[in-house]
Nanobody, 124 residues
Framework: QVQLVESGGGLVQAGGSLRLSCAASGLTFGSSGMGWFRRTPGKDREFVAA????????LYADSVKGRFTISRDNAKNTVSLQMDRLSPEDTAVYYCAAHQGSYAATMYRNYDYWGQGTQVTVSA
């Protein structure tokens, strides 16, 4: 059974930083592409960042490029999202996702497994 468990969400002031982590189990993590998505009320899940199996290729939404960094540790089966210079527009529930391909994927439908999400709230 695949499990993805996010942690690290919380409340932060605008301009601050948070680091999200996702612990994966039940899948061949080292060969899985991983991603982060976010959702705000009334909106579809939005792509944030993705990383391929080795970490050699990363992709970002334009809205977070230069502020967020995705990384992975295959020895620990974890993927992280470092979020800097946060703004109120980044407020959302953030989801970790995994897919059975090895590449970095930006489309919601590419992903096979999802975490429960972690709330990030950025105050003005």
């Amino acid at each position: 059974q695949v499990q993805l468990v996010e942690s690290g969400g919380g409340l932060v002031q605008a301009g601050g930083s948070l680091r999200l982590s996702c612990a994966a189990s039940g899948l061949t993590f080292g060969s899985s592409g991983m991603g982060w998505f976010r959702r705000t009320p009334g909106k579809d899940r939005e792509f944030v960042a993705a990383i391929n199996w080795s970490g050699s290729n990363t992709l970002y939404a334009d809205s977070v490029k230069g502020r967020f960094t995705i990384s992975r540790d295959n020895a620990k089966n974890t993927v992280s999202l470092q979020m800097d210079r946060l703004s109120p527009e980044d407020t959302a529930v953030y989801y970790c996702a995994a897919h059975q391909g090895s590449y970095a994927a930006t489309m919601y439908r590419n992903y096979d497994y999802w975490g429960q999400g972690t709330q990030v709230t950025v105050s003005a």
